[in-house]
């Protein structure tokens, strides 16, 4: 009943900049936390950022942090994730998750809902 639909990848310089966006289904967005979450070839599935309900609390990777923004619009039902200042290290599959509360840490097993992902490609 809730499907999140992620868009906004695609290919970047380093240091060029990127807004992910993700739009949900359904009239209960603005009760659930949202998380970002990224995944690498060969590598594990890692958190990026989460922002509470309200939108009033946000955490993020240490990775990102100062670089990366979360935000959400909630009557428009969407969540977004401003990327700034980008990196090679940040090539990866991008996806939103929800769930039903804010956590300050978070593994992708904390998370009931998700997107198909969206690919960002960081070139040199």
């Known amino acids: 009943q809730v499907q999140l639909v992620e868009s906004g990848g695609g290919l970047v310089q380093a240091g060029g900049s990127l807004r992910l966006s993700c739009a949900a289904s359904?009239?209960?967005?603005?009760?659930?936390?949202m998380g970002w979450f990224r995944q690498a070839p060969g590598k594990e599935r890692e958190f990026v950022a989460a922002?509470?309900?309200?939108?009033?609390?946000?955490g993020y990777a240490d990775s990102v942090k100062g670089r990366f923004t979360i935000s959400r619009d909630n009557p428009e039902n969407t969540a977004y994730l401003q990327m700034n200042s980008l990196k090679l290290e940040d090539t990866a599959v991008y996806y939103c998750?929800?769930?039903?509360?804010?956590?300050?840490?978070?593994?992708?097993?904390?998370?009931?809902?998700w997107g198909q992902g969206t690919q960002v490609a960081v070139s040199s």
């Open positions: 998750a929800a769930r039903r509360n804010y956590v300050h840490r978070s593994t992708p097993s904390d998370y009931d809902y």
């Open positions: 359904g009239r209960t967005f603005s009760s659930y936390a």
């Open positions: 922002i509470s309900a309200s939108g009033s609390i946000t």
